[in-house]
């Protein structure tokens, strides 16, 4: 079990870090917020103090919760500090063999009873503990950025997780004011694998010339409610991150077609394009640039909107058929870890369980291709009459 009043240990001082030590540090722990570079905890500290200076500006916070905050995270270039931790979490690059030596290194200081997560978004919980002596105080407990701002927190067991672990974990991560969702340690867990279908049918509907960047993220978010559209997030997100996810997704999946990244989207990277962070991406954001409007022809709109709507139905089917998440999880999920305007399994209720069928299956038809095939579970409960939520 993880105290309530447990010291936290957090690896790596990034955006996430920096983050999570926010969140642990407003909930009033004492945090390690450490980082094997100075500039990097200088540029951290430098950040989390602006960011909290803004808060207390308009008045969201006031200057004495913000230096209560501020006093109770260390700023550490060394994990000694964390022999006194019960709970370790790490949030550095996306290397397995990097994660495994900084876990084993952990082990060996952190207390018996401290239980070790990792933030990782991709990468095997599984093949993370095979580095420890201990697996079973690891799993996964994956935040999404910004930390301090999101609710859901993924947190994934492994195979060798103990369920004492696992539970203690999602309870003290809740207290935390999180919404927490579990999921089976699969690639993507959750919100990244069933959210691949918003950019991969997006890019596709691009690449066949059926609509371009700025009409496609009109569609999604005029008439799907979304609140950015696929390209607008990816540029955010910057395509590197974001094919690289893809890709890894696709071979994690034994190069499944539901998951096959783009042409478009891979010269866009060999292009040096990648979104707002090099000041081009699908829209150009250098000064005075001028990006071509949407064509806002309602039709078209439908078009496209129920055409990746229903990929993500589908893809969101597929997490429940394979015992990923629940029903609940998997919208929750969703709404909280990347905004959807509804939870897709309780839209795909709204919207008529044969509708959605009926498109995948037309989709199919149309492309005979794998990557439109109808999830078994979403036929089963046409035929049986059911939905995902019964009255």
């Not at 082990?107 to 997560?117: M, Q, S, T």
């Not at 150009?284 to 409007?293: F, I, M, T, V």
Request: charged share 25%; aromatic share 10%; hydrophobic share 40%.
């Amino acid at each position: 079990m993880i105290n309530n009043d447990a010291k936290i240990g957090v690896v790596g001082a990034g955006t996430m870090g920096t983050g999570i030590a926010q969140v642990a540090a407003t909930q009033g722990h004492h945090v390690f917020l450490y980082d094997a570079y100075p500039e990097q905890l200088e540029k951290s500290k430098a950040g989390l103090e602006s960011i909290l200076a803004r808060q207390v500006e308009k008045e969201r916070m006031t200057q004495d919760e913000v230096d209560g905050i501020l006093n109770r995270i260390e700023f550490v270039d060394n994990i000694t500090g964390f022999g006194e931790c019960g709970f370790v979490i790490e949030a550095i690059v996306e290397d397995l063999d990097v994660k495994k030596d900084t876990f084993s290194r952990l082990e060996a200081i952190v207390p018996r009873d401290c239980v070790l997560a990792s933030n990782t978004s991709s990468l095997s919980i599984a093949a993370i503990s095979s580095a420890l002596k201990k697996p079973e105080r690891f799993l996964g407990v994956h935040f999404f950025n910004p930390a301090p701002l999101m609710k859901l927190v993924e947190v994934i067991p492994g195979i060798a997780t103990g369920d004492d672990v696992f539970k203690s974990t999602k309870e003290f991560i809740r207290s935390w004011d999180k919404i927490t969702v579990s999921g089976k340690d699969t690639p993507g867990f959750i919100v990244n694998r069933v959210a691949r279908p918003f950019y991969g049918e997006a890019l596709r509907i691009y690449e066949e010339g059926i609509a371009d960047a700025a009409t496609i993220d009109w569609a999604m978010k005029e008439i799907g409610g979304f609140r950015m559209g696929p390209f607008e997030l990816m540029d955010l997100i910057g395509h590197d991150v974001n094919y690289e996810v893809t890709c890894s997704v696709f071979e994690a999946f034994y190069y499944d077609p539901r998951f096959k990244p783009s042409f478009a989207q891979k010269r866009m990277v060999e292009a040096g394009w990648l979104g707002r962070k090099s000041g081009r991406g699908f829209y150009d954001y250098r000064e005075g640039a001028d990006n071509p409007a949407p064509t806002k022809d309602k039709e078209l709109g439908e078009k496209i909107f129920n055409r990746i709507l229903t990929m993500l139905i589908n893809e969101a089917c597929d997490a429940v058929f394979m015992n990923i998440a629940s029903i609940e999880d998997v919208d929750l999920a969703m709404q909280n870890g990347v905004n959807y305007p509804k939870g897709l399994l309780k839209w795909a209720d709204e919207i008529g369980l044969k509708n959605v069928l009926d498109r995948m299956t037309a989709l199919q038809v149309e492309y005979r291709e794998d990557r439109y095939r109808p999830n078994p579970l979403l036929k089963k409960m046409v035929a049986q009459e059911k939905n995902f939520y019964e009255e």
